[in-house]
């Protein structure tokens, strides 16, 4: 007699039943996320700590909404430079800006400092970002086009959000609140995506923020107009977004940053005094 069972009754199969050790088995959890750990240098640097006590004070007084400041580190000794360095580390946000010369930035473990590094470009700079990240951004790599951009077939809703970027783009005001289009929660095609991309052109300034997943920030050649994308621990695209402001939040020190950096590069002094 042939079974009438085509399929397994519920209740058998991997997993169904307990395991024979007796240990429950769990999926793996998300990993990687990035935490501050306090370190201490192997030892002291008069010319180092002297640095790194003004630039404790360039902290608080950026913290109160006062400007930032500038250090240049082209003159220090080897021995300086390796105590300043293993003292600063490297934080969770850095940056590529495109130009003459091109520029390498890494923050450092104290949020809002900033090390940047280049042909003739060898100095710290305290703030919420570095000026050079935002007067650079929307340089153009490849010129933002808008509607001349080449019209493909599956191009469906693109040209309506590359009008409303424009708008939004040449009216923005300084110090107004930042317009976003989440693309996440908007019908498009990859074409309509492609097609957006040559419309409004790649400007000078990139930033990756790590922390619990990813965050690449691009600059686009549109004046003020910013592609931000969230990835997820397992590099999943969670968040699309363009936002239109003078740099995206997520990439700023906070005022409370920058008064938790103060306090914490005081500490390492006293640490290693």
Not at 37 to 58: C, G, I, K, S
Not at 97 to 103: H, I, K
Not at 245 to 265: F, Q, T
Request: aromatic share 4%; proline share 9%; glycine share 8%.
């Amino acid at each position: 007699m042939v079974s009438p069972f085509t399929l397994p009754p519920t209740g058998f199969g991997p997993g169904s039943q307990p395991d024979p050790e007796g240990e429950l088995q769990y999926l793996p959890m998300p990993s990687g996320m990035r935490t501050y750990e306090p370190h201490v240098p192997e030892r002291a640097d008069p010319a180092a700590l002297t640095l790194l006590a003004q630039m404790a004070a360039a902290c608080d007084l950026a913290a109160q909404g006062g400007p930032g400041a500038d250090f240049d580190l082209a003159g220090l000794t080897a021995s300086t430079r390796h105590a300043l360095a293993d003292a600063l580390g490297q934080g969770e946000v850095s940056m590529r800006l495109r130009g003459a010369p091109a520029v390498k930035v890494q923050e450092s473990v104290f949020a809002g400092v900033w090390l940047l590094q280049g042909v003739g470009v060898d100095r710290a700079e305290v703030g919420a970002v570095p000026r050079l990240s935002i007067s650079r951004a929307h340089l153009p790599h490849s010129p933002a086009i808008g509607p001349l951009a080449r019209r493909r077939d599956g191009v469906v809703n693109a040209p309506a959000l590359l009008a409303e970027l424009i708008d939004k783009s040449q009216a923005r005001q300084p110090g107004s609140p930042a317009h976003v289009v989440n693309l996440s929660l908007l019908p498009h095609t990859p074409e309509d995506l492609d097609w957006l991309a040559e419309a409004l052109g790649e400007g000078a300034t990139t930033i990756l923020s790590r922390g619990y997943g990813n965050c690449r920030i691009t600059a686009c050649a549109q004046p003020h107009v910013w592609r931000v994308q969230f990835y997820n621990s397992t590099d999943q695209l969670i968040l699309d977004t363009f936002e239109v402001s003078e740099i995206p939040e997520v990439a700023l020190a906070a005022p409370e940053d920058l008064a938790d950096s103060a306090g914490r590069i005081r500490e390492v002094i006293e640490a290693i005094r």
